[in-house]
């Protein structure tokens, strides 16, 4: 069975409850949640990944991650063109250039 990472509550983001890849490629500013240009100090970075930990403390073992996502996508209601998952990054960037509307919801699965 895989480790989960979660963070403490009371703590909040860290390097202790971090898994070791991201640890690994992360600067200390990704970790700073009063910084609205880090991944998790705006409402949206924050929000998706407190409503992640969520998911996977009530999730059933082997879940696919991607369910988490469409649900989050889904509930925020952004609508993601079919086959949006499986592109690389520079598909994700030609989808970007054609509409600019797209951005939001691709910037969440990037």
């Known amino acids: 069975m895989s480790t989960i990472y ?8 860290a ?3 971090s898994h070791p890849r991201f640890v690994e490629l992360a600067p200390d500013s990704f970790y700073d949640e ?5 991944p998790f100090g705006n409402d949206d970075g924050n929000d ?3 409503s992640m930990e969520e998911w996977f403390e ?5 879940t696919d991650p991607i369910e988490f996502l469409e649900e989050l ?7 993601v063109p079919e086959g949006a998952f499986d592109l690389d ?6 989808l970007v250039t054609r509409d600019e509307d797209l951005e939001r ?5 990037a």
Do not use: C, K, M, Q
């Not at 919801?105 to 699965?109: D, R, T």
């Open 6 to 13: 979660l963070d403490d509550e009371d703590e909040g983001l």
């Open 15 to 17: 390097r202790e409850t």
């Open 34 to 38: 009063s910084d609205e240009f880090s």
């Open 48 to 50: 998706a990944l407190r």
């Open 58 to 62: 009530d999730r059933e073992p082997g």
């Open 73 to 79: 996508l889904d509930e925020w209601d952004l609508d």
């Open 89 to 94: 990054h520079a598909g994700l960037v030609e």
């Open 105 to 109: 919801p691709l910037v969440g699965i």
